[in-house]
T-cell receptor
Framework: QKEVEQNSGPLSVPEGAIASLNCTYS??????FFWYRQYSGKSPELIMSIYSNGDKEDGRFTAQLNKASQYVSLLIRDSQPSDSATYLC???????????FGSGTQLTVLP | DADVTQTPRNRITKTGKRIMLECSQTKGHDRMYWYRQDPGLGLRLIYYSFDVKDINKGEISDGYSVSRQAQAKFSLSLESAIPNQTALYFCATDTGMGTEAFFGQGTRLTVV
């Protein structure tokens, strides 16, 4: 059973809308949580990290973490066509704090 | 210059050939990883190394081997390439302190 699950998508939203990306994880002891953006054929780039329960905002991006529900989400406000990419959720867990990646959600923002 | 550098960036090779993908990093991190990415399958871990003397298999290590030549260098070999190893390969590093991973630019490998 995969340890990090993402809604597989693809997800399409109109320009200017809010895009909501979700991720659940199985290891209750997980410590760190990351969202990466990956354009087609390019390497993943970190856009958000979150370590404690609640919301963390950075510009148009908000990460939300709920450790009790083992759930982490990414909201993208005022979505732009340039946000069209695959978004990878990654979770650090275990004594080795090794990262496990979800399979990604493909987001398309329609002009 | 990139902090994590992969060579080559693109490679076409024939079935049965041995090929090596190289990764070097200037982050000073002890931990290095090799991932494979196929469309729709996310990143799958091939091998990882937590220091120069430590090598561990990931979820899809069959058909691959690695060498950690130094703290900064971690190479991935395909002993006898086959077409279903055609994929995008990424090297990554992290600190082991629960912070993010840093990725190389990727190597697009095609086995014909």
């Amino acid at each position: 059973q995969k340890e990090v699950e993402q809604n597989s998508g693809p997800l399409s939203v109109p320009e200017g809308a809010i895009a909501s990306l979700n991720c659940t994880y199985s290891d209750r002891g997980s410590q760190s949580f990351f969202w990466y953006r990956q354009y087609s054929g390019k390497s993943p780039e970190l856009i958000m990290s979150i370590y404690s329960n609640g919301d963390k905002e950075d510009g148009r991006f908000t990460a939300q973490l709920n450790k009790a529900s083992q759930y982490v989400s990414l909201l993208i406000r005022d979505s732009q066509p340039s946000d069209s990419a695959t978004y990878l959720c990654a979770v650090s867990s275990g004594s080795a704090r090794q990262l496990t990646f979800g399979s990604g959600t493909q987001l398309t923002v329609l002009p | 210059d990139a902090d994590v550098t992969q060579t080559p960036r693109n490679r076409i090779t024939k079935t049965g050939k041995r090929i090596m993908l190289e990764c070097s990093q200037t982050k000073g991190h002890d931990r290095m990883y090799w991932y494979r990415q196929d469309p729709g399958l996310g990143l799958r871990l091939i091998y990882y190394s937590f220091d120069v003397k430590d090598i561990n298999k990931g979820e899809i290590s069959d058909g691959y081997s690695v060498s950690r030549q130094a703290q900064a260098k971690f190479s991935l070999s395909l002993e006898s390439a086959i077409p279903n190893q055609t994929a995008l390969y990424f090297c990554a590093t992290d600190t082991g302190m629960g912070t993010e991973a840093f990725f190389g630019q990727g190597t697009r490998l095609t086995v014909v």
